[in-house]
């Protein structure tokens, strides 16, 4: 297990480095100058080499990776800004800061929602779609299958704004979105977060609907249930034990990859409900043109996706034991 687990965390650093590499070069083949878009509208010409100098990109584009690349580990200095400590992103010159500085004060806010909406729509989708496997041709099954169509079918900026003007601004059952911190307000937290959290699993339960139906099905006609029916084990065991065990390993995957696209910047949800968080943050950097906020955006949407492969792979050893004996 701790050899399986070692070849995926070592593929996934390998991974992140190479989607680094790409990410830096690509960006900075953009024609936009970071250095007068630092030093401002009027910048005369020796400010400007300055700036240019101050921020390291007079340097070869070699260089200027690896001195990013090295700043995450160990910091980095820019002369006339200060030091930049580890782990360094780099310098937001239309911040004025430490771009992990930003990242890390948008964080929170694109993890609450995304964890709030994935434990709805997993806990749903995943109970829905069992009950109408169960109820195989039945009217609950009919409902849960086109309710499923139905929530696939729309978008998040159609509901959203529409749950928007009916329970918020018509009806007032909800609050106005915003984030607040949950250790200054607990309850100011949950109401804020609550709507986008409904909104956001309306779409995402439809899948997982879908995809645990048509999975527990195939499963509940797989000779090792008959078998274990036939042997007298209770229904529920059966469900629980066997067929379910089967469906997770599809459900697993599609959840890792939804949680770590979620975690790298929902933008827009974000940008529907207000909401300050990465997705917005990498939105307003591509409109300023902030390369360094932007490069660091892409890096922690990587970041996430790689880190829930490397689970999702921890989780198949412990789902099905062949996997670690691959």
């Given at each position: 297990?701790?050899?399986?687990?070692?070849?995926?965390?070592?593929?996934?650093?390998?991974?992140?480095?190479?989607?680094?590499?790409?990410?830096?070069?690509?960006?900075?083949?953009?024609?936009?100058?970071?250095?007068?878009?630092?030093?401002?509208?009027?910048?005369p010409?020796?400010?400007?080499?300055?700036?240019?100098?101050?921020?390291?990109?007079?340097?070869?584009?070699?260089?200027?990776?690896?001195?990013?690349?090295?700043?995450?580990?160990?910091g980095?200095?820019?002369?006339?800004?200060?030091?930049?400590?580890a782990?360094?992103?780099?310098?937001?010159?239309?911040?004025?800061?430490?771009?992990?500085e930003?990242?890390?004060?948008?964080?929170?806010?694109?993890?609450?929602?995304?964890?709030?909406?994935?434990?709805?729509?997993?806990?749903?989708?995943?109970?829905?779609?069992?009950?109408?496997?169960?109820?195989?041709?039945?009217?609950?099954?009919?409902?849960?299958?086109?309710?499923?169509?139905?929530?696939?079918?729309?978008?998040?900026?159609?509901?959203?704004?529409?749950?928007?003007?009916?329970?918020?601004?018509?009806?007032?059952?909800?609050?106005?979105?915003?984030?607040?911190?949950?250790?200054?307000?607990?309850?100011?937290?949950?109401?804020?977060?609550l709507?986008?959290?409904?909104?956001?699993?309306?779409?995402?339960?439809?899948?997982?609907?879908?995809?645990?139906?048509?999975?527990?099905?195939?499963?509940?006609?797989?000779?090792?249930?008959?078998?274990?029916?036939?042997?007298?084990?209770?229904?529920?065991?059966?469900?629980?034990?066997?067929?379910?065990?089967?469906?997770?390993?599809?459900?697993?995957?599609?959840?890792?990859?939804?949680?770590?696209?979620?975690?790298?910047?929902?933008?827009?949800?974000?940008?529907?409900?207000?909401?300050?968080?990465?997705?917005?943050?990498?939105?307003?950097?591509?409109?300023?043109?902030?390369?360094?906020?932007?490069?660091?955006?892409?890096?922690?949407?990587?970041?996430?996706?790689?880190l829930?492969?490397?689970?999702?792979?921890?989780?198949?050893?412990?789902?099905?034991?062949?996997?670690?004996?691959?």
């Amino acid at each position: 297990m701790l050899r399986f687990l070692t070849r995926r965390v070592l593929g996934a650093l390998v991974i992140l480095v190479i989607i680094s590499a790409v990410t830096f070069f690509l960006f900075y083949a953009i024609p936009a100058d970071p250095a007068r878009l630092a030093c401002g509208k009027v910048c005369p010409p020796a400010t400007l080499e300055q700036a240019r100098h101050n921020l390291g990109i007079d340097q070869p584009l070699m260089v200027q990776f690896t001195s990013w690349l090295a700043g995450i580990f160990v910091g980095r200095d820019y002369e006339g800004l200060g030091h930049c400590a580890a782990p360094c992103l780099g310098f937001s010159f239309v911040n004025r800061a430490p771009v992990f500085e930003t990242i890390m004060d948008r964080l929170p806010v694109t993890v609450a929602l995304t964890i709030g909406a994935a434990v709805i729509f997993l806990v749903f989708g995943v109970a829905t779609g069992v009950i109408a496997a169960l109820k195989q041709g039945k009217a609950l099954d009919k409902v849960a299958s086109v309710s499923s169509l139905v929530g696939a079918s729309v978008q998040i900026y159609f509901v959203g704004t529409l749950a928007m003007y009916f329970f918020v601004y018509q009806i007032h059952l909800f609050s106005q979105p915003k984030y607040v911190p949950f250790t200054d307000d607990p309850i100011g937290w949950f109401n804020g977060l609550l709507l986008p959290w409904l909104v956001l699993a309306l779409i995402f339960t439809a899948n997982y609907t879908r995809m645990t139906r048509s999975t527990m099905v195939e499963n509940l006609s797989e000779d090792y249930v008959r078998t274990a029916r036939a042997k007298g084990m209770s229904g529920r065991s059966v469900v629980l034990r066997f067929a379910l065990r089967g469906t997770l390993t599809p459900i697993v995957t599609i959840f890792g990859v939804d949680l770590g696209t979620l975690i790298g910047g929902a933008i827009i949800t974000e940008t529907t409900f207000g909401l300050q968080g990465l997705g917005r943050l990498s939105v307003r950097a591509v409109d300023y043109s902030d390369l360094p906020t932007l490069m660091a955006t892409v890096l922690v949407a990587a970041s996430a996706i790689v880190l829930m492969n490397v689970v999702v792979d921890a989780l198949y050893a412990v789902i099905d034991p062949r996997v670690r004996l691959s």
